[in-house]
């Protein structure tokens, strides 16, 4: 078969809105300073490895996993402080959790509402499910716009809301008293996310059995364990009794519990190494911000979010930065409020030295 008779069946066959799309961009980083994906920096000991691979010598991979997690859901539990009384879904990282939710809670053309610029699945998922994503901007100082998100919520009834906090890619950091605007006035779900918590102040995990709409989501990606692939979601057992009816049988293989239970019994080396990325990101906040031309925005997470507003602009530095093998995120075309920005996460001192000495180099020659 040729290719246009297989471009043919693919425009008969495909979505329209899919064939639309662009998959998403995973940059190769062989070689590379890794500044783009929020991820840690700092490899796990060779004591956790090695007990990791023992571990890993036991798994019974000819056998489905068990259907019983509860001893899986005690740690988690108790590792990450989830409530007496809340239940826990576990998912192949948050990206199947957030499809679950939208497909436990949303018929087709049902509303997921979020702060818009946010975490860019929130979007994808709700179109991949049928349902209708309405995007709420944010100010122009990237805050959230409180009355906005009210309107919006009136005006389109949302099934779900998705809040990250903190929310990326800006970092910001929303309110007690706004997110409980929010939550009094959402018909539905309201998911928090979590996913930067350990970098940031608060929980809203203790709140889970007293708000009668919210769900907590986490992920252990970026304390350490980004390849992985395990999110959580903790709420009140009703609710995710009802999510847990579409999650796939099997979703979590047996060698990601394995090695899970086993790290988590070393959580005060992931929970150190956060401690230091949080301790390092002050420092280079305020040596970006020295840099000309550069506006920093306030982050609760490990990452920075950096706009580029002279010459070069975001789209040059970034360009050259990765000339120079030093990998940031671009969002200057991501969203009208983001031009100029680029996203940079909290490396190693050696990593956020070299990304400096970088940008002071491309900044001075080029400006």
């Known amino acids: ?121 929130f979007d994808m998922a709700a179109r991949f499910d049928h349902a209708r994503f309405e995007a709420v901007p944010l100010t122009s100082d990237l805050e959230l716009d409180l009355p906005a998100m009210l309107a919006a919520i009136e005006r389109t009834q949302p099934k779900v809301v998705f809040l990250a906090v903190p929310n990326n890619p800006t970092g910001g950091t929303w309110t007690e008293p706004q997110i409980r605007a929010i939550l009094a006035a959402a018909p539905g779900l309201v998911v928090i996310d979590e996913a930067y918590q350990p970098f940031a102040d608060g929980t809203w995990m203790p709140e889970l059995l007293a708000q009668p709409n919210l769900v907590v989501m986490r992920t252990v990606s970026k304390i350490g364990l980004a390849g992985l692939r395990f999110g959580y979601l903790a709420g009140h057992p009703a609710w995710i009794a009802e999510i847990d009816k579409v999650r796939p049988p099997y979703n979590l293989d047996v060698l990601s519990q394995a090695v899970l239970r086993t790290v988590l019994r070393h959580k005060d080396v992931l929970d150190a190494q956060a401690a230091r990325l949080r301790a390092d990101r002050a420092p280079l906040a305020r040596a970006l911000a020295a840099l000309p031309g550069v506006q920093v925005y306030p982050s609760g997470g490990n990452f920075i979010l950096a706009r580029f507003s002279g010459q070069p602009d975001g789209n040059a530095v970034h360009l050259a930065l990765k000339t120079r093998k030093i990998l940031v995120r671009n969002f200057s075309a991501a969203h009208p409020l983001l031009a100029g920005c680029l996203r940079i996460s909290v490396g190693t001192p050696d990593e956020n030295a070299a990304l400096l000495a970088a940008l002071q180099d491309i900044l001075s020659s080029e400006s």
């Open 1 to 121: 078969m040729n290719d246009s008779a297989v471009a043919a069946r693919i425009a008969r066959t495909v979505r329209a809105d899919i064939r639309a799309l662009t998959a998403y961009p995973v940059a190769q980083a062989a070689g590379c300073i890794k500044l783009d994906a929020m991820e840690c920096p700092y490899p796990l000991p060779d004591t956790v490895r090695d007990a990791i691979a023992a571990t890993a010598r036991e798994a019974e991979l000819n056998r489905y996993p068990a259907s019983d997690q509860q001893a899986l859901k005690a740690e988690v539990a108790a590792a990450f402080g989830v409530p007496a009384g809340a239940g826990l879904l576990f998912g192949n990282g948050s990206d199947e959790l957030i499809h679950l939710l939208i497909q436990a809670c949303c018929e087709p053309g049902d509303t997921v509402l979020s702060p818009w610029p946010s975490f860019v699945y």
